[in-house]
């Protein structure tokens, strides 16, 4: 629909936008209003960099908490019949935390967890970026550490006991043998969950973080029209998801030629 006269906002649109044909016309308008004018655009440059900042940090500390919590699994259930004493109560202390920490973070929705984290943990921090990323980061380590944990059972149990007649402790049999074939064997799967990752970060918006979705958002209210703003922040996730699954399949495709 052609603006108003009231709507005198609109009418630095460029001529081929005012003087093109109506259907041209009212698109045109509804992509100059979304995006180009008052530099709107910057917003959802802004989104992107905040995004993709978010999803890097929390799949960091997921990766380095699954791994943690992998390896307390791991460790209980191949070595907990042959353990004794304070040792196997400490272990199976940390393999009940473990495991109550799996099932809690699995087990209830992303969104109430960040909620939790911003409202109720962090009440006090304007830190936007690091709330999120911690709150991302524990929901992901539950899954990367099932995906480390399965990994690391897929490895042959010859593998175990070569390094244990190399002279290697379990410690560091598990450091140099073990955990670097399970990555490279997971990698794919790894990668896959930052995709997933990078998805589910369009709920930050819900504490205020200026992401992808929330510049959809906040530009939809200010124009009256939430349509080609939802859209444009739809396309960003469209694109950075074909991307890195670009990426994902050459990394596949490295990982086979590799194994040959």
Not at 150 to 164: L, V, Y
Request: aromatic share 12%; charged share 15%.
């Amino acid at each position: 629909m052609r603006p108003s006269a009231s709507q005198n906002w609109l009418l630095d649109a460029p001529d081929w936008i005012q003087n093109g044909p109506q259907w041209l016309n009212d698109i045109g308008y509804d992509i100059y209003k979304s995006f180009i004018f008052d530099n709107r655009y910057q917003m959802y440059l802004k989104g992107l960099g905040n995004t993709l900042l978010l999803t890097f940090l929390a799949l960091l500390i997921g990766v380095l908490l699954g791994v943690v919590v992998s390896l307390i699994r791991v460790s209980w259930d191949k070595n907990h019949t042959e353990m004794h004493g304070p040792g196997k109560m400490a272990l199976g202390f940390l393999n009940g935390v473990a495991r109550v920490y799996l099932t809690v973070i699995r087990g209830t929705p992303m969104v109430v967890q960040l909620m939790i984290m911003y409202f109720v943990v962090f009440a006090t921090s304007r830190n936007k970026i690091m709330v999120g990323a911690l709150s991302f980061g524990i929901n992901s380590g539950a899954y990367v550490a099932e995906i480390i944990r399965g990994g690391i059972m897929s490895i042959d149990q010859g593998q175990m006991e070569a390094g244990r007649s190399l002279g290697f402790g379990y410690v560091s049999t598990m450091r140099y043998i073990i955990l670097p074939q399970a990555f490279k064997a997971t990698l794919p799967t790894l990668a896959n969950e930052f995709i997933v990752l990078l998805k589910e970060t369009a709920v930050a918006g819900y504490v205020g973080l200026a992401d992808i979705t929330y510049a959809g958002n906040i530009i939809g209210g200010n124009c009256y029209d939430y349509l080609f703003p939802l859209l444009m922040s739809a396309l960003i996730y469209l694109v950075l998801v074909m991307f890195f699954t670009f990426l994902v399949r050459r990394l596949e495709r490295s990982i086979r030629n590799s194994e040959r």
